[in-house]
């Protein structure tokens, strides 16, 4: 699509094939152009230089691998899509260098949980690279190493990692308003500034439910939600997309971490001052084979003591433990509430002592 002409109703499109344009009218038109994924300027033009967003990409990635038969790989950026390629490089038998501008990996979760990321790291033969500064060395339009805070470590392969941003360009050039997060704004209907067109998807910021405040959450969930919403509205509907609260989750090796709500520091950032608990409790019976431990911390609005958020680093158990802080939050009950709860307890599932009761009894206890 090259561009939206809002007074007369139509997008302008070309064929690829054969260059030419047609013009197609519409009444009601929806928007859902996604995100893109952001490469580092100081190594973006390179060949070598790779996103890992979407199957394409994958697609590359693996070519560019089996052509060049690749070994030493680095990914800048140690957030959820870095993680995630670090592993699976690793699983294929290549040596990863994870580079991160912050001091711990996984930015975005809480400080004991990037702790304990860090240690898988170490454990899993990832190296990471923390506050770094980075310096390509560039020979034929390829990375042959980075200049990582004055060290040079040799790479075959780069993978950006360092965030995505939504694709507003046919927005902007139709003069549809950006919200303060720079995504497309729209109202409850998802309706844009203009009266007859929508959107949904990564493009859009959305309302958080705990601040009230616009955010940009490219996540797939929202996105499959809003997008019905949009449809809907679009048709003639009078459907309303409701806030949310973030739930966000990740695979590290045989392990999970989930993080639902604000963090303490998105806490901070929107001025919310809060109380927090930590706890470690074992997943499920101790006397059964495999049982490991599960961190938990909870967060909580210091004033109102209700419950905020939530980050949790375990077993396949921590899904769980998310989805009842998520509806904690959506019923604006106290944090103490965990403690009041009636959770099962059968060996082979679940302890007899579980994580969320004794993180509702930390918090019980936090003097005021």
Known sequence: MEEINTR????????????????????????????????????????????LKNISDLIGVKEYIGSFNVKNVSIIGAGFIGLEAAEALVNIGCSVSLIDKSALPLPSAEPEIQILIKDMLVKDNITFYPSAEIKPIINQNKISALNINGRIVETELVINAI????????????NLKLGITGALKVDTRLRTSDFNIY??????????????????????????????????????????????????????????????????????????????????????????????????????EKMSSRLIGASFFGGREVEGFANVISVLIKLRQPARML????????PPLSPLKNLLSSLGKKIKSVKR
């Open 339 to 346: 403690a009041e709860i009636n959770y099962v307890y059968t």
């Open 199 to 300: 959107a949904a998807g990564d493009l859009i910021e959305v309302t958080d439910f705990i601040t009230g405040r616009p955010v940009f959450l490219p996540f797939a969930s929202y996105a499959y939600e809003y997008g019905h919403i949009a449809g809907e509205n679009a048709a003639g509907g009078n459907a309303s997309a409701s806030p949310v609260i973030s739930n966000v989750g990740l695979r590290l090796f045989d392990k999970y971490y989930v993080s639902v709500g604000l963090t303490s520091h998105e806490a901070e950032r929107n001025n919310i001052l809060t109380d927090s608990v930590t706890d470690i409790q074992a997943d499920f019976a101790s006397v059964m084979p495999g049982s490991g431990k599960v961190f938990g911390k909870i967060v909580s």
């Open 163 to 174: 965030g995505i941003s939504p694709n507003v360009y046919l927005a902007v050039k139709a």
């Open 8 to 51: 007369e109703k139509f997008v302008k499109v070309q064929n690829l094939k054969d260059g030419t344009f047609t013009n197609y009218y519409y009444d009601k038109l929806i928007l859902t152009t996604g995100s893109s994924a952001k490469k580092d300027i100081s190594v973006r033009d390179a060949v070598n230089s790779f996103t």
